[in-house]
């Protein structure tokens, strides 16, 4: 059934580029109308609202849900339904079809992407104003259609090398019980039939289709379903692509993603404004420089569109603000960073000499428990949308508790699964050690965030 759906999607390209549009449609109306019009009063009802629609729609549903599709169904927003992906494409049938230059295939872009966009944001309030949000995503579809217009052609090599969730996205499809799993013996014997029109596959996002072991690079498009009848899309344990896989394809950048971006970032990001680190450091600041006769720093004088600076809704950062938030986020990550990934290192070197394949894989493990993390966090926009709207959740703490000590312990589990693919018995068990601290530390900073402690 499960090679019949992918065989299904191969044979309706046609409808899933309508179903594509119909997104796009969505996405910039939802992304536009909002900017033009005013600023909801106390009043207003989502229901009621187009602006707090919008507001809802993008950050209420859209980001956590789309995170946590990726999880259970692989990258198939990427591949059937995310507009940027349908704009990129549909602009690079059109494009100049330059070869892909060097610097744009650096490994590293996701990662500083990610960072910028997500301190970014937060300088600019992005989850509730609609002109930040414009920026912001807006900003990324330009930059999108951009790279399509120049590079490659028939692709989407902003998907594949640039968009800043792309790598986020990448890691979290690990765990994603659906993949298309390619049979290498069928692949390689394959010989076209004579007298064939069987056309190439286009592989949008760039993915070898036949070396394909994991879900990360692959959008779940179904193009290739059934081609050379070597690729079906099959069930797999969520755990596979991670102890038997990711070892094989050990990734440094992964790794920056999920210790200092998923669970330092995005931590981060969820709770400086109730931090009272950040509020100390800020007065004391503050004081230091009323002290010394500097008020200018005091100022809320950057542009919206730089910082917060909304004065009619008494919702203003000045510099100070600034810098302490940029110092703040960046501080956070690089500490949580540090000791999660030295309780890994320390679980790598108690399995045997030290090996940066080992560490990496190791981290891997982590997965669950950053993405559950990532995905509680962008859920609070709905729940405190939803509460303001007068809908109470009252299951919610609940909810989360059990999904925070469900990926701790996956986590957990993973970690004692990749210490016996590296090593045995007393080895294994010490490893677990350090193991429990680093997915003790991550699931505290999480813990944290929504039972304050
Ligand atoms: S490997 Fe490429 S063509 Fe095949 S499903 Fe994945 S993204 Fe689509």
Known sequence: MLAGLGDWLARHRRMIAAVQWIVVAIYLALLIVPTLLPMPDRSAR?????????????????????????????RLWCGVLCPEGALSEAVSTRSRGYAIPTWIRWKGWPVVAFSLTTIYGQMVSVYQYPRAALVVLGGSTLA???????????????????????????????LAPLHYQVDARSWQSWQKPRGSTQARINCAPLVAIGNMRGNAA????????????????????????????AGNETSAVDTLVILFGLLGLAAAAFHWGSSSIYIDVKLTVASWLI??????????????????NYPNQSDVMTLLDGAVLIAYLMVFAALTGVVIGGCIAAAARLLGPWSPARFHHLVQSLIPLAGCGVFLGLSMTTVTLLNQNGI???????LRATLLAGAAFWSLWLGWRIAGVHGRSI????????????VGTGAAIWTSLFWRF
């Not at 790279?147 to 986020?168: D, E, I, Q, T």
């Not at 692959?218 to 692509?241: D, I, K």
């Not at 109470?392 to 609940?398: A, D, I, K, P, T």
């Open 218 to 245: 692959c959008h779940m498009c179904g193009r290739c379903s059934g081609f050379r009848g070597a690729v079906t899309l099959a069930r797999r344990s969520p755990n596979h692509e991670i102890v038997h896989v």
């Open 392 to 398: 109470l959740l009252s299951f919610v703490g609940g």
């Open 46 to 74: 989502i229901w009621t609202n187009v602006t707090l629609a919008a507001q809802f729609v993008f950050w209420g549903l859209w980001w956590p849900f789309v995170l946590l599709s990726v999880a259970l169904v692989g």
């Open 144 to 174: 999108a259609v951009s790279v399509a217009f120049f590079y490659g052609r028939n692709k989407r090599v902003w998907c594949r090398y640039l968009c800043p969730v792309s790598r986020v996205f990448a890691v979290l499809a690990k």
């Open 291 to 308: 002290e010394h006769g500097q008020t200018w720093p005091l100022q809320a004088v950057a542009p919206w569109w730089i910082l917060t």
């Open 427 to 438: 080895a294994r068990l010490a490893a677990m050690l350090p193991l429990a601290a680093a």
